[in-house]
């Protein structure tokens, strides 16, 4: 079946434009994370959504930062006046919280990426 | 302390032999696990979820300790295609932040002919 998708699959902006990145998740996940990682470094997380429930924004390094999940099921994450630090892949991951029960996490299945390149 | 800590290699062996990976973590209320590999420029893709018993799939065996908070993952007869960074991951215990996952910064594997 279909996997995630992220679009664009690169983002070369200029420092201070605004970009948009876009998730689409395996239908019927309703858990949905973003990362970032930067080059020869692990994942950061960033943002968590789950169902209905008020997204877990931890992870935002900034208030440049923001993200929106319409319908409980597109993700789109949007960074203001970027600047060159924010240079990275950024990685979105769904999971379908149905394969597991209790108290712990499930597997989550990763989109391509979109590698943003702030110059 | 980091919350899931692993070496970060690399670890060069050559086609065939078996090769094992460590990682430990920090968070004793921890309650999965899983192991991904990732390929240079790629996303990560799951490899196995490890379990409290232990398990296996084909050439690929996960263990837990919990006593000590460690996982590990064994390679057998390992191939070219094994070659990849391995991360090992954990969520963020029983709390309500528990669907979270934390992922360690990888070990990186080279399988050589």
């Known amino acids: 079946g279909a996997g995630v998708s992220q679009s664009p699959s690169n983002k070369v902006t200029e420092k201070g434009k605004d970009v948009e990145l876009r998730c689409d998740p395996i239908?019927?996940?309703?858990?949905l994370y973003w990362y970032r990682q930067s080059l020869g470094q692990g994942l950061e997380f960033l943002i968590y959504f789950q169902g209905n429930s008020a997204p877990d924004k931890s992870g935002l390094p900034s208030d440049r930062f923001s993200a929106e999940r319409t319908g409980g099921s597109v993700s789109t994450l949007t960074i203001q006046r970027t600047q060159q630090e924010d240079s990275a892949v950024y990685l979105c991951a769904s999971s379908h919280p149905s394969r597991r029960q209790g108290v712990g996490a499930y597997e989550q299945y990763f989109g391509p990426g979109t590698r943003l390149t702030v110059t | 302390r980091k919350e899931v800590e692993q070496d970060p290699g690399p670890f060069n062996v050559p086609e065939g032999a078996t090769v094992a990976f460590n990682c430990t973590y920090s968070n004793s209320a921890s309650q999965s696990f899983f192991w991904y590999r990732q390929d240079c420029r790629k996303e990560p893709k799951l490899l196995m979820s490890v379990y409290s018993s232990g398990n296996e799939d084909g050439r690929f065996t996960a263990q837990l300790n919990r006593a000590s908070q460690y996982i590990s993952l064994l390679i057998r007869d390992s191939k070219l295609s094994d070659s990849a960074t391995y991360l090992c991951v954990v969520n963020k215990g029983s709390s309500g932040s528990a669907r979270q996952l934390t992922f360690g910064s990888g070990t990186q594997l080279t399988v050589l002919p």
């Open positions: 239908s019927g996940h309703t858990a």
